[in-house]
T-cell receptor, first 110, second 113 residues
Framework: GENVEQHPSTLSVQEGDSAVIKCTYS??????FPWYKQELGKRPQLIID?????GEKKDQRIAVTLNKTAKHFSLHITETQPEDSAVYFC?????????FGPGTRLSVLP | DAGVIQSPRHEVTEMGQEVTLRCKPI?????LFWYRQTMMRGLELLIY????????DSGMPEDRFSAKMPNASFSTLKIQPSEPRDSAVYFC???????????FGPGTRLTVL
């Protein structure tokens, strides 16, 4: 069935280092890939998204890359800060469905 | 804009009772999504509407769950009868079109005893 895998499930980095979260999807026809950040007890919020007609998108310290051939996309956060600590979800639109990955808990250590 | 509005924010009920969750999307948004979030299953899409029409309800777990969108500014998710395993945070989200940013509401934390 339609599936989005996400790795790692937890990630700890030192403040100032980079963090990378990777997702793979099963449906080659998928064409929209958002990333959401969810702080403890709060709602998910979009931080960046990418469509299948581009390979990379950047917004300040956040970037997303997409490899359609390999069916995977990654979130890159540079110069991490303590406020980046949260759970990050990738998602993919597959046909009529919208599937989220299981999430990555990122901890940025001061 | 007030963003997506959900009510109630918290609901505690007993097994077997009917539960109705409410959502008001952002004005002008034409797509509305209902999600359920638990520690075990993560974030699951239950159903979504486009222009008030249900597009895909394959995520609705059982016939006990139903959702309606009678107009562009209101949607309900109903569970009847409720069971303890329905305990979760239920999020409503809206977007302008199916391929654009979804804005989530604050969620309803449901506890079924």
């Amino acid at each position: 069935g339609e599936n989005v895998e996400q790795h790692p499930s937890t990630l700890s980095v030192q403040e100032g280092d980079s963090a990378v979260i990777k997702c793979t999807y099963s449906d080659s026809a998928s064409n929209y890939f958002p990333w959401y950040k969810q702080e403890l007890g709060k709602r998910p919020q979009l931080i960046i998204d990418i469509r299948s007609n581009v390979g990379e998108k950047k917004d300040q310290r956040i970037a997303v890359t997409l490899n359609k051939t390999a069916k995977h996309f990654s979130l890159h956060i540079t110069e991490t800060q303590p406020e980046d600590s949260a759970v990050y979800f990738c998602a993919a639109r597959m046909g009529q469905n919208f599937v989220f990955g299981p999430g990555t808990r990122l901890s940025v250590l001061p | 804009d007030a963003g997506v509005i959900q009510s109630p924010r918290h609901e505690v009920t007993e097994m077997g009772q009917e539960v109705t969750l409410r959502c008001k999307p952002i004005s002008g948004h034409n797509s509305l999504f209902w999600y359920r979030q638990t520690m075990m299953r993560g974030l699951e899409l239950l159903i979504y509407f486009n222009n008030n029409v249900p597009i895909d309800d394959s995520g609705m777990p059982e016939d006990r769950f139903s959702a309606k969108m009678p107009n562009a500014s209101f949607s309900t998710l109903k569970i009847q009868p409720s069971e303890p395993r329905d305990s979760a945070v239920y999020f409503c989200a809206s977007s302008l079109g199916l391929y654009n940013e979804q804005f989530f509401g604050p969620g309803t934390r449901l506890t079924v005893l």
